[in-house]
């Protein structure tokens, strides 16, 4: 099983349209929990940590349920410009501190 | 601020030669500096972690005597793939975590090196 698992889509929306994505984790002890942004060809780039209570930054909302290992994240009103690969990323303290793992990403697509 | 740069951004060579990458932290230093490869529609995974002045950590299955890394500064750590064949091929990226924020995760990304071995 992998560490962490996301649906891959693609998943193609239009602009204005609201979409979620999941991610599942298997270790129970990750500590910290990411979701990046790739774009074609490009390094990922941060988008936001992801905390137990939830936490909004404009149009994206992100929200961990750790007694069932998942993670999410919702973008509302999608932009042209918010067509990239989403990764979901967990660290792992202990001798794993700060390393990053991620999962394979889920590309969005979003058309006029 | 927190910027890193890599060097090259791509190179091809024949099989057989070694490639060198850079990876500096422009504005900051860098206790650790992490090494990724990605395959085409493949995710990240980590090669190597690296902190300075002291032997790089090899992720299970990377070879330490192909994939070579030094870190001698703060800001500089290098990865050299040795004798490169056609499957080494790939985006190589490199990030680093700033002294100051240590205690976090917060990993900052270079922007990637695309390897084309012929």
């Known amino acids: 099983r992998k560490e962490v698992e996301q649906d891959p889509g693609p998943f193609n929306v239009p602009e204005g349209a609201t979409v979620a994505f999941n991610c599942t984790y298997s270790?129970?002890?990750?500590?910290?929990f990411f979701w990046y942004r790739q774009d074609c060809r490009k390094e990922p780039k941060l988008l936001m940590s992801?905390?137990?209570s939830g936490n909004e930054d404009g149009r994206f909302t992100a929200q961990l349920n750790r007694a069932s290992q998942y993670i999410s994240l919702l973008i509302r009103d999608s932009k042209l410009s918010d067509s990239a690969t989403y990764l979901c990323?967990?660290?792992?303290?202990?001798?794993?501190?700060?390393?990053?793992?991620f999962g394979q990403g889920t590309i969005l697509t979003v058309h006029p | 601020g927190a910027v890193v740069s890599q060097h090259p951004s791509r190179v091809i060579c024949k099989s057989g030669t070694s490639v060198k990458i850079e990876c500096r932290s422009l504005?900051?230093?860098?206790?650790?500096m992490f090494w990724y490869r990605q395959f085409p529609k493949q995710s990240l995974m980590l090669m190597a972690t690296?902190?300075?002045?002291?032997?790089?950590?090899?992720e299970q299955g990377v070879e330490k005597d192909k994939f070579l890394i030094n870190h001698a500064s703060l800001t500089l750590s290098t990865l050299t793939v040795t004798s490169a064949h056609p499957e080494d091929s790939s985006f190589y990226i490199c990030?680093?975590?700033?002294?100051?924020?240590?205690?976090?995760?917060?990993?900052?990304f270079g922007p990637g090196t695309r390897l084309t071995v012929l």
């Open positions: 990323v967990v660290t792992t303290g202990g001798t794993s501190y700060g390393k990053l793992t």
């Open positions: 992801v905390y137990s």
């Open positions: 690296s902190n300075e002045g002291s032997k790089a950590t090899y």
């Open positions: 504005d900051f230093q860098a206790t650790t």
């Open positions: 270790n129970s002890a990750s500590q910290s």
């Open positions: 990030s680093a975590r700033d002294l100051r924020t240590s205690g976090t995760d917060t990993q900052y």
